[in-house]
């Protein structure tokens, strides 16, 4: 860990919160394992990045945010889209293309957005989120809100300049921002090894006068506590924070990938580091959570992907009358 952030602890979560966070993991979970089943089927139009594996970063961060917070996502944006609160089922008609959609199938998957939940957008552009926060951050510090702004994006772009010129203006203006570094290794097919300079982004905190945190992006309970911190710190006029979360995809850079650069790292992931199987081992041996209990959640939530994806197939397309609808703000 470079900097240093308070020593606040993180408030233990009850039974509800922890259901709610198992709750927000597995329908991320189920929501991209199903995408990848039906854009197999040819159905799907357009790019699909999928986020299996890394929902404990979103989940464990957006557990912090309200209605005063907002987020940037990146071009692999669904389980940040759910963290945050996105309609699952106008998410998936979105990424069908369809007018029911979330931006009314206009933007797909690379491009959800729903503004009135804070959530900025997923980006196709590498390194577009974090100046957003920026902005989102500033009118939050000027208005008194007492809202914080979060950046996610990837490794490859933490070697933009977008991404570095916004730690550094966050940083001069104190915003309460934070910055969300996911490293699952890979910049498309570039090892991060290979491409980052310094072996934990994180380190590179310390070059604009922020805390750098490193966490197990495996661990629902690192992450959150990680988080926790930040936004807390964020809060309270402490300024921006930089939090690299460590772990692996378990798709391809892009559905149709296929990931002759990778050896048995995902099998690996699945079996022994999967975050949704340590959250269920964490929660039942400590007595908080039973198996039926997750068994639970986990049916309701396959019955829920399952509604989202029949109602997505049998909604309408957008017409030609609404071409060039949805293309300028009107104010």
Not at 106 to 115: P, V
Not at 166 to 171: F, K, Q, R
Request: one cysteine or more; hydrophobic letters at 40%.
């Amino acid at each position: 860990m470079t900097g240093t952030l308070p020593t606040t602890v993180t408030q233990e979560l009850g039974p509800d919160a922890l259901l709610t966070a198992y709750r927000t993991m597995r329908t991320v979970r189920e929501f991209e394992e199903r995408v990848h089943k039906e854009f197999a089927g040819g159905d799907i139009p357009g790019f699909v990045h999928l986020y299996a594996g890394e929902e404990a970063s979103a989940a464990g961060v957006c557990m912090h945010l309200d209605d005063r917070d907002a987020i940037a996502s990146t071009h692999r944006g669904h389980g940040h889209c759910i963290a945050k609160g996105v309609d699952v089922g106008g998410m998936m008609a979105e990424i069908y293309g369809k007018a029911t959609g979330s931006c009314k199938g206009k933007g797909g998957s690379m491009h959800i957005a729903d503004l009135s939940k804070g959530m900025l957008g997923a980006n196709g552009i590498v390194g577009g989120g974090p100046p957003l926060i920026c902005g989102r951050a500033l009118a939050a510090k000027q208005q008194g809100s007492g809202g914080v702004a979060v950046a996610f994006f990837g490794d490859g772009a933490s070697n933009q300049g977008t991404t570095l010129e916004s730690l550094n203006l966050a940083s001069i203006w104190n915003l309460p921002a934070i910055f969300v570094a996911e490293n699952n290794g890979y910049a498309e097919t570039t090892s991060s090894t290979w491409s980052v300079a310094t072996d934990d982004i994180a380190d590179r905190a310390a070059a604009f006068g922020m805390p750098g945190v490193i966490v197990d992006g495996f661990d629902f309970f690192a992450v959150h506590e990680a988080a926790g911190e930040a936004v807390a710190r964020a809060r309270e006029g402490g300024g921006p924070t930089l939090i690299e979360v460590k772990f692996t995809r378990y798709f391809g850079h892009f559905e149709g990938d296929q990931q002759l650069y990778r050896g048995d790292e995902v099998a690996h992931a699945r079996e022994n580091l999967d975050c949704l199987k340590r959250f269920r081992t964490r929660v039942t041996e400590a007595g908080q959570l039973t198996n039926e209990q997750l068994d639970g959640v986990d049916t309701e939530v396959a019955e829920f992907i399952d509604q989202a994806v029949t109602e997505a197939k049998a909604a309408p397309k957008p017409g030609p009358d609404q071409l060039l609808t949805d293309v300028y703000v009107a104010y």
